[in-house]
């Protein structure tokens, strides 16, 4: 057993072996470089999915995060359709079970994804400058601005900075933001050398082909 005291120098030894590691450091630095991952099938929470006694309506953070206007809205609207939970899935997705189409609809109206084919379920991205000292762009408001122009089964990711805190592994096309630009990755990782730099108006255009 852990005592409180115990998990307390645990964690303090780990901020200092971070801070040792410097400012472009992360958490999964610890652990060593990022292994190169494996595509594997899952199945996704986002739609309508049958359980036993009915049904369960899926919707999914965009970018993993939502402000409290959209979730209070949402909390709302589940309310007027008599929805008494929403259980946490995986995903950044939320369950509602035996909600009605017009709860889709409206989550959808209110930004949240409702849909698997949406492009946002392939695009990964940190706050950015939005909230992180580090980062040189929002990277998830640009992300939204991608979205609509990502090429059919591409991975996105859109990172502030070349720590690549959203998405520590590979991606068919990564966005780097940096003082002078956008770094572009082709099937790599925030902190690799970019193959160019892009400006803003530059991106849709990067991500708009399929890459690799």
Do not use: W
């Not at 979205?147 to 590979?170: E, M």
């Not at 933001?177 to 770094?183: F, I, L, N, S, T």
């Amino acid at each position: 057993m852990i005592l409180r005291n115990d998990a307390l120098m645990i964690t303090l030894r780990h901020l200092r072996q971070i801070a040792d590691l410097g400012i472009t450091a992360r958490a999964t630095d610890l652990a060593g470089s990022a292994a190169t991952p494996h595509r594997t099938r899952s199945i996704s929470p986002i739609g309508i999915l049958a359980l036993r006694d009915g049904t369960a309506t899926g919707i999914a953070l965009p970018f993993g995060s939502s402000d409290h206007a959209a979730l209070t809205a949402l909390a709302d609207t589940a309310i007027s359709h008599g929805i008494t939970e929403l259980r946490l899935a995986p995903h950044h997705a939320l369950l509602a079970t035996g909600a009605p189409l017009a709860f889709t609809a409206e989550a959808a109206a209110l930004g949240f994804v409702t849909s698997p084919d949406d492009n946002r379920t392939r695009i990964s991205a940190c706050i950015g400058s939005d909230g992180c000292a580090s980062g040189h762009v929002p990277a998830r408001a640009i992300a939204a601005r991608l979205a609509p122009h990502l090429a059919p089964v591409t991975s996105l990711h859109v990172s502030g900075c070349a720590k690549g805190c959203a998405h520590p592994r590979r991606a068919d096309v990564t966005l780097v933001g940096r003082a002078d630009g956008y770094g572009l990755v082709i099937s790599g990782m925030a902190g690799d050398t970019p193959q160019a730099l892009l400006r803003a108006d530059q991106l849709e255009s990067a991500v708009a082909h399929r890459q690799g």
